[in-house]
């Protein structure tokens, strides 16, 4: 099936440093998705993009589109404790039955080091 | 607006036992899916339906059962249970499965079976 790569897998980080994360494939997705989960929740939608080449902020949170429609990265900026959780990347793509297929990262662990 | 609500939270279970998760939706979303999640794996699509009376696999349907009898419930089956089915299951809705149109997760019901 298809394979999505996110990286870093975990990060510590102190509280207001900047934050980095991707996800690559070797697959063209129409759409990039960037969710966050909360322990003992489940996901929640942080930013959706929907163009090659697009940059979408949310607040502290900015996710671009690869222009190759093959990687995307997520930056929060001033981390606070509120960030910490698991970030995932999904891109979508259309399936052979004309349907959106949905496929997700492995996830990247965010702790804040006291 | 509770939006997605899963139950149970937790559930033991032994080896050949069957249980059904269950999962409403308050939004009168069209389509709803079943995800599992796996350390290591990402979210893996078990089953979904994009509407009452409609239902497909996903990519790891294999031990699950599912059925739409109305808009609002999906409930998950497992006939048999075994211990490779020991996972946190997330139940998503979203209004249909398009593009510009993401998905809604519970809050999880974590699975153990001994």
């Known amino acids: 099936g298809q394979q999505l790569n996110q990286s870093p897998q975990s990060m510590f980080i102190q509280e207001g440093e900047d934050v980095s994360m991707n996800c690559t494939s070797s697959?063209?997705?129409?759409?990039w998705l960037w969710y966050k989960q909360d322990p003992g929740e489940g996901p929640v939608l942080l930013i959706a993009?929907?163009?090659?080449?697009e940059l979408t902020s949310n607040g502290r949170l900015t996710a671009q589109f690869g222009i190759t429609r093959k990687d995307s990265f997520l930056n929060i900026s001033a981390s606070i404790p509120s960030d910490v959780g698991i970030y995932f990347c999904?891109?979508?793509?259309?399936?052979?039955?004309?349907?959106?297929?949905?496929?997700f990262g492995t996830g990247t662990r965010l702790t804040i080091i006291p | 607006n509770a939006g997605v609500t899963q139950t149970p939270k937790f559930q033991v279970l032994k080896t050949g036992q069957s249980m059904t998760l269950q999962c409403a939706q308050d939004m009168n979303h069209e389509y709803m899916s079943w995800y599992r999640q796996d350390p290591g794996m990402g979210l893996r699509l078990i089953h979904y339906s994009v509407g009452a009376g409609i239902t497909d696999q996903g990519e790891v349907p294999n031990g699950y059962n599912v059925s739409r009898s109305t808009t609002e419930d999906f409930p998950l089956r497992l006939l048999s249970a075994a211990p490779s089915q020991t996972s946190v299951y997330f139940c998503?809705?979203?209004?249909?499965?398009?593009?510009?149109?993401?998905?809604?997760f519970g809050n999880g019901t974590r699975l153990t079976v001994t």
């Open positions: 697959s063209i997705f129409n759409t």
């Open positions: 999904a891109g979508q793509q259309i399936s052979n039955f004309g349907n959106e297929k949905l496929t």
């Open positions: 993009l929907y163009k090659a080449g």
């Open positions: 998503a809705s979203s209004y249909n499965r398009g593009f510009n149109s993401p998905l809604h």
